[in-house]
């Protein structure tokens, strides 16, 4: 049964029309704006229409915006990469695909790197900071049993990042240490849920006791506060009997990166995550060169055997599909357990999203932030 759209319908996007030169100009420019929902009987055979009920909220949609992420859609374009909702019509060919996860009515997910601002092709505009979206059926995907809609939206997209770099690039292993800075950001504290589902010791760092109150108490074993301790290695090798971690968990970039490179026992892995502290490594706008790039002192890496590995998840399942279907099948395993489980400190009206975005650029959020549409 379709839902009565036989009436014109007004929903509301947020809409990013034109590139910022950083994230605060992001914010500033972007708009809340009407728009008039399809009719049914316009959606394609293999469409269907959500009404979104959940969005998260991530720092990539500010990079994104202000042109300095590696894949940036053609404005106009709807930020919001994770989101999800109820599914209130289906075209003529998505109902047979729709049974697959129920019914019209019932709450699915929206696959982030199937539809929205991070993935290729025609529905890379259609972001979840919106009212209602229009998705191919082939994008959704059933919530993971035990997780509400708010905790699956923030899920997908930090866990297959922090499985990509700890378990395909890094093969952190039990019985390991591994350093994970930015472990209060949502990939962060993923990162620290997954290692220690592989039985890794897990040194995490940040800028707030606050918040690293909060990681300790989502399962890190040790937390040192980078702001009260620059030079944290001698923390690090006092902890690990003086020969280094195995592992270091990279996304924060900058003079982090370097005191990093002294903390790690010889012949260890360095994954790059992300440069969250140097977000000015582009010169926005879309613009490419990266004048301002971090850079590594190749004599520490040397010296020491490192092996260092850049690790974009994204990008790395675009040029190989075939690497997800196991990483979504452990972590879905791992809910299932009880295992893994995203942790929400902030949650938004779609009418405060400006609110949102700037609380997760000052860092505020712990974990995840969620829009409600």
Request: glycine fraction near 12%.
């Amino acid at each position: 049964m379709q839902a009565d759209t036989s009436r014109a319908i007004v929903g509301r996007r947020v809409v990013v029309g034109e590139l910022a030169a950083d994230p605060t100009e992001a914010i500033d420019r972007m708009s809340l704006e009407q728009f008039e929902l399809p009719e049914v009987g316009a959606l394609g055979p293999d469409e269907v229409l959500i009404e979104v009920r959940a969005a998260a909220v991530g720092w990539v949609d500010l990079i994104m915006a202000s042109g300095q992420y590696q894949h940036v859609p053609p404005p106009p374009y709807t930020p919001g990469l994770e989101y999800g909702g109820v599914v209130i019509a289906a075209g003529r060919g998505a109902a047979g695909e729709l049974g697959r996860l129920g019914q019209v009515g019932d709450q699915v997910l929206i696959d982030g790197l199937l539809a929205g601002p991070r993935s290729v092709g025609a529905y890379q505009r259609a972001g979840g900071f919106a009212s209602h979206v229009v998705v191919p059926v082939a994008a959704l995907r059933a919530l993971p049993p035990g997780l509400s809609l708010d905790e699956a939206v923030s899920f997908f997209g930090s866990y297959e990042t922090a499985y990509h770099c700890l378990v395909t690039r890094g093969g952190l292993k039990a019985g390991e240490t591994v350093l994970v800075h930015g472990a209060s950001g949502s990939v962060g504290l993923a990162a620290v849920h997954i290692a220690k589902v592989l039985g890794a010791t897990v040194i995490a760092t940040g800028r707030s006791d606050e918040k690293l109150a909060v990681v300790k108490a989502q399962g890190a074993d040790v937390v040192i506060n980078c702001r009260a301790t620059e030079r944290f290695r001698d923390e690090v090798k006092a902890l690990t009997g003086g020969a280094g971690v195995d592992v270091v968990y990279d996304g924060v970039g900058g003079d982090i990166s370097l005191e990093s490179l002294r903390c790690m026992r010889f012949g260890a892995r360095f994954l790059v995550v992300g440069w969250a502290a140097t977000p000015n490594v582009s010169p926005g706008k879309g613009l490419r060169g990266a004048p301002n790039a971090n850079q590594l002192p190749t004599n520490l890496i040397m010296m020491k055997g490192l092996t260092v590995m850049g690790c974009p998840m994204a990008i790395a399942t675009l040029m190989d599909p075939s690497i997800r279907a196991a990483r979504v099948e452990a972590l879905l395993s791992w809910v299932a357990a009880g295992k893994l489980r995203p942790y929400l400190s902030h949650r938004f009206a779609l009418g405060d999203f400006k609110d949102a975005l700037r609380a997760k650029w000052r860092g505020d959020v712990i974990g995840a932030c969620v829009l409600h549409p």
